[in-house]
């Protein structure tokens, strides 16, 4: 058991069937590390010893900000639980982070799902817009930012708080800093299908993006991506743009500005029955 690490890699999660995949692609680090994730679907499994689950039927964002609260390493990287990594990954990262960030900073890679790989307008706060900020991926930073942040929004359901915390961390002074060589795959099928089904799902997936310029998007981004946290994110961060008047702003879009500074104060979450209640809006697992 690992009493030290120095990275503490936290998720909420259910995808069960891909745990034993993503622990084996950190497993080859060399710096200490642990992982925790709390979500509802208990492994069936044996747990290596630096990785703790942590039951609890709260919805996913409070999942992640229970796994957060039992970070003990002095960094935190945040991560969903269908992510693979680069060779590598928590070393590169590490080093790219001491050699580039401060503490009010946060270091990411870059994100791949199936043959598909981000371009750059991707990661944007609005792709394809001038001046809108670009958000990371699997945010590296120091877990005592995070905690002076105020951690995820108790407002959020499944997505997105994600991004909120990375705009409070830009409106603190901080950065992203993109580490090229450090990739996130997203497993949106088993590592345990058959090579058939999964070289007809890339196709499948490949199809859907060249004639409809269609992504493949997991079911908490469905559920409550689009009709909820999503809105959310653009009433805490963006407005009319005829409203604006000597704020600071990234860019406009359409007939929204998106501000440098949140336009409420963040609701974090209390410690009061974390592990049984959803705190804020509640939501179920998809």
């Not at 200490?32 to 747990?47: A, D, M, Q, S, Y």
């Not at 957060?68 to 590490?94: H, K, V």
């Not at 590296?140 to 942040?149: A, E, N, Q």
Request: a negative charge; one cysteine or more; aromatic letters at 14%.
């Amino acid at each position: 058991m690992i009493v030290n690490p120095i990275i503490s890699v936290i998720a909420s999660g259910i995808k069960v069937e891909l745990w034993k995949g993503l622990y084996e692609s950190l497993a080859k680090n060399n710096v200490e590390f642990e992982i925790i994730i709390t979500g509802h679907v208990r492994p069936n499994f044996k747990l290596p010893s630096n990785f703790k689950f942590i039951f609890s039927k709260t919805k996913p964002s409070q999942c992640a900000e229970i796994s957060a609260r039992n970070a003990s390493g002095e960094y935190t990287m945040l991560i969903g639980d269908d992510i693979y990594f680069s060779p590598y990954y928590l070393d590169r990262i590490l080093e790219f982070y001491k050699q580039n960030c401060t503490f009010k900073d946060c270091a990411s890679g870059c994100f791949t799902r199936g043959d598909l790989e981000y371009t750059k307008e991707d990661y944007k706060f609005w792709p394809g817009v001038d001046g809108s900020p670009r958000m990371p991926i699997c945010q590296f930073l120091k877990t005592d930012l995070w905690r002076s942040l105020g951690g995820a929004d108790k407002n959020f359901i499944g997505v997105f708080w994600d991004l909120d915390l990375n705009l409070r961390l830009f409106a603190n002074g901080g950065k992203s800093f993109v580490c090229e060589t450090c990739i996130c795959e997203e497993v949106y099928i088993s590592k345990n299908a058959s090579s058939l089904m999964v070289f007809f799902n890339k196709v499948i997936t490949k199809l859907k993006y060249i004639l409809f310029n269609i992504k493949v998007e997991d079911g908490l981004y469905r559920e409550y991506g689009i009709p909820y946290d999503r809105p959310l994110l653009d009433s805490l961060w963006t407005k009319e743009s005829h409203e604006v008047e000597n704020e600071e702003f990234y860019a406009k879009f359409k007939n929204r500005t998106h501000l440098i500074n949140r336009l409420s104060e963040v609701e974090p979450f209390d410690d009061l029955n974390i592990l049984t209640k959803s705190q804020g809006p509640s939501g179920r697992w998809d």
